[in-house]
Structure formats: C-alpha cells, structure tokens
Nanobody, 112 residues
Framework: QAQLVESGGGLVQPGGSLKLACTGS????????VGWYCQAPGKERELVAK???????NYADSVKGRFAVSRENANNTVYLQMNSLNPDDTAVYYCKTTATWWGQGTQVTVSS
C-alpha cells in the first residue's frame, strides 16, 4: 500500500523557518501531484501548496512569497520550505496524493 510520511515539524519562533519533508513508499512521487495541507485547531484542513508532476507549483494566498514546495526525485521526497513563519501558521501539516490516504502529519508550532 502506498504511503506518505511527513517529518520536519517543530517549535519555531515568529519569523523563523522550517523545512518539512514528505517521503513516499511504494509510490513514485514524481508521477503525482503532491499537496501540502494544514489543519489548525478547530479549523478544517486546507491546501497550502502543491507541486504537479510537471513541476508546476501553486500556493494559497496566505503563504505566497513565504513558502516554497519542491521535489527531489532521487529521494522520492517532496519538501515544503516555510519562511517568515507567524503564529497563524501553527497547525498539523500533511502531504497527500490521489493515491494515498492521510498520514500522521507533522506538528508546526510558531510561538515565542
């Protein structure tokens, strides 16, 4: 069964950066659109960024200019570079494709 595992979350101060990783097993990520989603407490899960198999990327307005999604085919991993973080970015972050189900996610907490 295809599976994605998220990692890289943690506690960071406002203005700081984190780089999340989404690693696939039994799935070749370069063949799929991979989306990064976040779910803050009490809110619905929402799409933050995605990278298509072509390499084209899209971002939610709230993260444009701050987040960057990329893919490293050799490691079968998709990354989410998160810069200029603020407390509103606090959430559990997930990655997903159409061929996979939701994983455990990785917690990002932005706080001083």
């Amino acid at each position: 069964q295809a599976q994605l595992v998220e990692s890289g979350g943690g506690l960071v101060q406002p203005g700081g950066s984190l780089k999340l990783a989404c690693t696939g097993s039994r799935i070749t990520l370069r063949a799929y659109t991979v989306g990064w989603y976040c779910q803050a407490p009490g809110k619905e899960r929402e799409l933050v960024a995605k990278i298509e198999s072509s390499g084209r990327t899209n971002y939610a307005d709230s993260v444009k200019g701050r987040f960057a999604v990329s893919r490293e085919n050799a490691n079968n991993t998709v990354y989410l570079q998160m810069n200029s973080l603020n407390p509103d970015d606090t959430a559990v972050y997930y990655c997903k494709t159409t061929a996979t189900w939701w994983g455990q996610g990785t917690q990002v907490t932005v706080s001083s």
